[in-house]
């Protein structure tokens, strides 16, 4: 369902961040790199690979344990004509450097009326699986998506990881680019050169007209599994829109399409109680309440922290089935026909949950 | 020391203590609507790291920043405005007494986050040296900062890339009302960037002469890539700690003390040892003095008679 032509170059998510990272090196010498484990070995999952070698040590970084004050020193580059890419492992990690997010990164252009801005790209990677438990796979999205001044995105495929990355870097303002660890392997069409793509705009996946289902990041590819079968089994057109952006928000397209289909889902890596789903459903609510011939649905994590065990993560995450069940509540469909036990085997993934789903590897 | 180095050094001095002390006056008008932080007592070391840096020299600050803000050079018509809350503020309004910024001069920001600018100050002092640029970043910090896990993270980074940075920390021993005893453990400032590689040295913030040289000597070597550098200067915050107003009546600190700290007065201490070798004359005292007053007027009347900003000002430049 890839917009691009499918015999374009098909590379994994992880694999465009490193182009993209390569290529705005390539073009503008500001542009730095720094992270815990950037040059070493693993390579934050490979994304960063060769860069040193190829850039120097003067360009590509490793970091001393200071999430705050190497996000302050990035700051000070920043103001400073330099164009830092930051990475965290872990978007948990990232808390420690709160202070210089919100107090001074989101502020500076603000707070001195312009006089000077931030161009600064900080990747967060939200884990999953393998018992990454309560410090290693939070969704803190909405969280960063509360402060005016930070850009906040989260794309779901290799071409758009590229394409908001190179957009990212070239942005003055402070860009929290948040991947999702099981997104890194999927792959997709992805152009060779240089491209950007919009920072603040969702995309429409697929097009339908039975029920919205608004997604964002690693939700876009369990919304997809969903929204095929109940195309496939059920004849249910399902318009899926992956959201892209947190902040700002592109809630216009998903009113255009509630406006056409009458129902929404919006799904979302992060707990339920002040997600970005709940913000995204009020300002459609807002925006199209008229239009809405059922009560939205929000499929999130449930509100307790991610445990460690499999006995216990097994059912915590929410599935293509979860997605499916709420798109059959909505369209009041029976659950007890045979159709829907098709729907449930072909959705049902096999082998062990707590790893990513190998059945799927792309191109979206 | 030369006659024109003196005269500089002493009408830096006397020209903080003179705006602040106005600011103090009409603050009890209360047309100034936000809290102000008075250096007055603490002059020296704020002319002192001035006078030693060049225009392209960058300097970042912090809560108590308007003497470092004039000492660089900053404009004085755009801080009176910025506290009057009007257009043509340094911050068009947006941050008052504790957001400064003159970019003209290399003053690149200060706010009242405490230690919030010394790793900003650290990622200019990188840039810099990534530019391969011989400009030099000086960091204003107080004591308190100490207790600020990024200030250990910003001595440690400053000191892995040999940045060419100065750190000043301006020690008066008071958070707001709380003694550096109650707060930190019975050990030296300077040491504690000494342990992370850094070069130091300390001494009274009181005496210019001192200040000024120590800076130099410290900025010399930050050119030729030698840094960082940590600087120490003990000194007295005569007045309350947020206000315009003298604070002896709380009765944390004893009369003794705060006369003691008054009586060791920068200004006096340096005016008589100028006198005294004839770097200048009282003449030219009064000169300066009458020369001050009649800037700080016209500052008034400037900020006074501009413009107001409003709700829509304030939706500007969330993004750049």
């Not at chain 1, 990232?94 to 001074?104: M, T, Y």
């Not at chain 1, 309560?134 to 005016?148: G, T």
Request: net charge negative.
């Amino acid at each position: 369902m890839s917009t691009l032509n499918a015999n374009t170059r098909q590379i994994s998510y992880v694999d465009a961040i490193r182009e993209a990272l390569d290529q705005s090196m390539a073009q503008d010498e500001r542009v730095i790199v720094i992270g815990e484990g950037v040059p070493d070995p693993k390579a934050i999952f490979n994304s960063t690979l060769g860069l040193q070698e190829k850039y120097g040590k003067n360009r590509v970084f490793d970091m001393p344990l200071s999430e705050n004050g190497v996000t302050g020193a990035c700051i000070g580059a920043a103001i400073s004509g330099m164009r830092p890419v930051m990475i965290h492992q872990r978007i948990d990690f990232a808390l420690l450097s709160l202070d210089q997010l919100i107090n001074n990164a989101a502020k500076w252009h603000y707070m001195f009326n312009g006089k000077s801005s931030v161009p600064l790209v900080i990747r967060m990677i939200i884990g999953r699986g393998w018992g990454q438990g309560p410090q290693h796979s939070q969704s803190l999205q909405a969280l960063f998506s509360l402060v005016p001044g930070l850009k906040v995105v989260m794309p779901t495929t290799a071409h758009d990881a590229k394409g908001m990355m190179v957009s990212a870097i070239k942005d003055n303002n402070p860009v929290i680019f948040l991947e999702h660890r099981w997104l890194h392997p999927i792959i997709d069409s992805v152009p060779e050169s240089m491209y950007e793509v919009q920072l603040d705009k969702a995309k429409i996946i697929c097009e339908g007209s039975d029920i919205t289902i608004a997604t964002f990041s690693y939700m876009t590819f369990e919304a997809l599994i969903a929204a095929r079968a109940l195309l496939s089994i059920m004849g249910i057109s399902v318009e899926l829109i992956d959201m892209r952006s947190v902040r700002p928000l592109d809630s216009q397209t998903v009113i255009d399409s509630v406006k056409k289909t009458g129902r929404l889902i919006v799904a979302d890596t992060a707990y339920k109680t002040g997600s970005i789903a709940a913000e995204l459903i009020s300002q459609v609510l807002e925006g199209a309440f008229e239009s809405l011939k059922v009560a939205p649905i929000r499929v999130c994590s449930p509100d307790f922290p991610t445990p460690t065990a499999p006995s216990m993560t097994e059912e915590y995450y929410p599935t293509p089935g979860t997605i499916a069940d709420a798109a059959l509540k909505l369209l009041g469909k029976d659950s007890a026909t045979n159709s829907y036990q098709e729907l449930k085997i072909a959705i049902t993934r096999k082998g062990m949950h707590d790893i990513p789903n190998r059945e799927f590897k792309g191109p979206f | 020391m030369t006659p024109n180095l003196a005269y500089n050094l002493y009408y830096s001095m006397l020209r903080i203590r003179r705006i602040e002390e106005a600011l103090a006056k009409r603050y009890t008008e209360q047309e100034m609507r936000c809290p102000i932080h008075l250096c007055i007592g603490q002059e020296a070391i704020a002319a002192g790291v001035g006078a030693a840096l060049l225009v392209s020299d960058k300097m970042y600050s912090n809560h108590r920043a308007h003497g470092h803000y004039l000492a660089k050079g900053g404009n004085l018509n755009a801080m009176i405005a910025e506290l009057y809350g009007r257009a043509s503020g340094c911050c068009g309004g947006r941050g008052g007494s504790m957001h400064m910024i003159d970019l003209g001069v290399g003053f690149m920001g200060a706010t009242p986050i405490v230690g919030g600018t010394v790793p900003l100050a650290v990622g200019s002092a990188w840039a810099s040296k990534l530019q391969k640029k011989t400009d030099v970043t000086v960091i204003f910090l107080g004591d308190g900062c100490f207790e600020e896990g990024v200030v250990h993270e910003s001595l440690n980074f400053a000191a892995l890339h040999h940045l060419p940075i100065l750190f000043v920390c301006e020690n008066n021993d008071f958070s707001v009302y709380t003694r550096r005893n109650e707060r930190q453990p019975d050990r030296s400032i300077h040491q504690i960037a000494a342990a992370h590689g850094i070069k130091t040295a300390h001494g009274d913030g009181n005496d210019i002469e001192l200040v000024f040289n120590l800076v130099n000597k410290a900025v010399e070597d930050l050119r030729m890539g030698k840094g960082p550098w940590f600087l120490e200067f003990m000194a007295y915050r005569w007045r309350e700690h947020c206000g315009p107003d003298f604070d002896d009546h709380l009765e944390y600190r004893t009369v003794e003390e705060i006369e003691g700290g008054k009586a060791a007065c920068p200004i006096e201490r340096f005016e008589k040892n100028a006198l005294a070798a004839a770097l200048f004359s009282k003449a030219e005292i009064e000169k300066m003095e009458r020369d001050i007053k009649t800037e700080i007027d016209q500052s008034f009347t400037f900020a006074l008679a501009d413009c107001k900003p409003t709700l829509e000002d304030a939706r500007a430049y969330v993004y750049a």
